[in-house]
């Protein structure tokens, strides 16, 4: 059973487009919620995170939206290129375990 | 890839076979974690050690040992490969303070036919 349901599967969007990823959680335990960056043949890489006292966080064209009373956190990706064409995936940690509940990825393909 | 390396990158066996898995680390990081990918499922954690000969079960661990012998190094064994086992698998590490901010190697695509 996963931790963390991520949608949609699977998104295109036109350059410059903003496409959106939607990550929903349970458990209330859980107080830090990263997002992997991942392209064809590498291995996921830390793109952004957020804590649940803060309801938005900005690094770059990357940004992250949280809704505590909602349990969603959400990843937009301003004026997308192509390169940003990856597989996306949120996450979720708790303190003092070490680990992370990953959802099931999103890969986005800008067009040109 | 923050200073790691995973071996073989590519691997075939039988089903049956037993196969090991490699991951070594430069950066001297407490935490090494590993995750096997599959479509619809994202990443899922197998195993994970927290020091020299500390490691812990992960969600999906059935069909699967871990060993740390040293810091560096963290051997993923699959001691009866089934089919069910072909997956890319990651091996990730993390530091002591900052335990989210996990650094994934390339990866191991590993076929059991």
């Known amino acids: 059973q996963q931790q963390v349901k991520q949608s949609p599967q699977s998104l295109i969007v036109q350059k410059g487009g903003i496409p959106i990823i939607n990550c929903a959680y349970e458990?209330?335990?859980?107080?830090?919620f990263p997002w992997y960056q991942q392209f064809p043949g590498k291995g996921p890489a830390l793109l952004i995170a957020?804590?649940?006292?803060?309801s938005e966080k900005k690094e770059g064209r990357f940004t992250i939206s949280f809704n505590k009373s909602a349990k969603q956190f959400s990843l937009h990706i301003m004026d997308s290129q192509p390169g940003d064409s990856a597989t996306y995936f949120c996450a979720a940690g708790r303190s003092n375990d070490y680990k992370l509940s990953f959802g099931a990825g999103t890969t986005v393909t800008v067009r040109a | 890839d923050a200073g790691i390396t995973q071996s073989p990158r590519h691997k075939v066996t039988e089903t049956g076979t037993p196969v090991t898995l490699r991951c070594h680390q430069t950066?001297?990081?407490?935490?090494m974690y590993w995750y096997r990918q599959d479509p619809g499922h994202g990443l899922r954690l197998i195993h994970y050690?927290?020091?020299?000969?500390?490691?812990d079960k992960g969600e999906v661990s059935d069909g699967y040992s871990v060993s740390r012998s040293k810091t560096e190094d963290f051997l993923l064994t699959l001691e009866s490969a089934t089919s069910s086992q072909t997956s890319v698998y990651f091996c990730a590490i993390s530091e002591s303070g900052f335990p989210y901010e996990q650094y994934f190697g390339p990866g191991t695509r590993l076929t059991v036919t």
């Open positions: 458990n209330t335990a859980f107080d830090y």
């Open positions: 957020i804590r649940p006292d803060v």
């Open positions: 950066e001297n990081h407490r935490y």
């Open positions: 050690s927290y020091g020299v000969k500390d490691t």
